[in-house]
């Protein structure tokens, strides 16, 4: 678990989950944390762990997704000497690793049907068995596990154990996207932001432009939480002027003209012509588009995303203007008029 990270935000849907939370985790039983990538659900988990009478037990985790399904029983159930190829001695599982205290499972969804049925007999009875042997061993674990899939659907379509989905959902907890969290993205990002100052020894936090904070604002952030964080930082790392406000923000790392493209493959007839395999420049990333069916001010509209892109290429060549006037296909002399036209300042706002 990232225990670098703590719970930042103030709207009322992250809110509700983190109380349901703790209301949750004095309790005993199995709870399901449900979310998208990057949401927080092993941050939730530890507070369930915590905040329980358990917190001086251990709290064991697993990713269900990067074991093999051959592997993954012996990994939570354990193995005697022997059992199979390569189990030289015995070994405990992760049940007998959290006995008395939390174990924290990931990728629920991703469980071979042999594994939710040995799963399920673990939750109902507290007995498990190793791999190898007839002996049951009584364990006292508080399952708590996490899934960015539909597991109702799942059990739906006898992908999923409806039986096992029945005793693991006691309390479901469920995770907000970063997207409908009002208000949280800009708290986020203003304390990556100082942490990333800080470790680059900044004298001062110099915060972000405006037409930085619109970026960040009008961003989907498919990748939640995390994905934000290595934004900031990045687009803090990267900046090299800490007297004035971040202008630059820089989504996708891999974002390069240069950036490798597939060959094109052409067939005629029969034949398949393979082209050059050369990676060429992939093509400029269109601005953001506007939602038309608000518009109602043709030339305010055009204005404001003329003056949004102007924006977005001053900062990404640090206000050289010699260079985003090439960038944009204009002359030194048409990008001083748009400036002026747009009351843009000639170097980075302060």
């Known amino acids: 678990m990232d225990r670098d990270v703590q719970f930042i935000g103030q709207s009322g849907a992250f809110l509700d989950a983190v109380e349901r939370a703790s209301r ?20 939730i988990a530890e507070r369930l762990h ?12 697993l990713n269900c997704a990067a074991l093999p399904e051959t592997l993954i ?35 629920l969804a991703t469980l071979s049907m042999g594994a939710q049925e040995r799963l399920l007999r673990a939750v109902e009875y507290g007995e498990i068995t190793r791999i190898g042997s ?26 999923f ?29 203003e304390y990556f932001g100082r942490r990333m100052a800080t470790e680059l020894e900044w004298e001062q936090w110099p ?53 490798p493209v597939a060959p094109a493959h052409r067939e005629v007839g029969n034949l398949v012509n393979m082209g050059a395999n050369r990676a060429e420049p992939a093509v400029q990333s269109r601005p953001t588009s506007l939602n038309h069916d608000t518009v109602s001010d043709l ?20 206000y050289n203007q010699r260079q985003t006037a090439k960038a944009l296909g204009l002359t030194y002399d048409q990008l001083r008029h748009c400036m002026k036209k747009h009351g843009l300042k000639e170097s980075s706002p302060s």
């Open 299 to 318: 030339r305010t509209a055009v204005d404001a995303h003329e003056r949004g892109i102007l924006e977005h290429h001053l900062a990404k060549h640090r």
């Open 161 to 189: 154990r409806a039986d096992l989905l029945d005793r693991l959902s006691f309390e479901v907890i469920t995770l907000p996207p970063l997207r409908a969290r009002e208000g949280d993205i800009f708290v986020l990002a």
């Open 134 to 159: 007839s002996r049951p061993i009584q364990v006292d674990v508080r399952i708590v596990a996490a899934t960015n899939e539909d597991l109702p659907r799942l059990a739906d379509e006898g992908l």
């Open 24 to 43: 949750a985790a004095p309790m005993r039983r199995p709870v399901l944390v449900i979310g998208e990538r990057g949401t927080g659900k092993e941050l």
């Open 73 to 107: 029983e012996a990994e939570l159930f354990g193995h005697e000497q022997g059992a199979f190829t390569g189990a030289t001695r015995a070994r405990e599982g992760r049940f007998e690793e959290a006995d008395k205290g939390t174990l924290f499972l990931d990728e």
């Open 207 to 259: 915060g972000f432009g405006d037409h930085a904070q619109r970026a960040l604002e009008e961003h989907n952030w498919p990748g939640n939480v995390r994905e934000l964080r290595n934004v900031i930082e990045r687009a803090v790392y990267r900046w090299d002027d800490p007297g004035h406000p971040i202008a630059h923000i820089v989504f996708d790392p891999f974002d390069s003209p240069w950036k």
């Open 50 to 61: 915590r905040l329980s009478p358990r917190w001086g037990e251990p709290l064991v985790t």
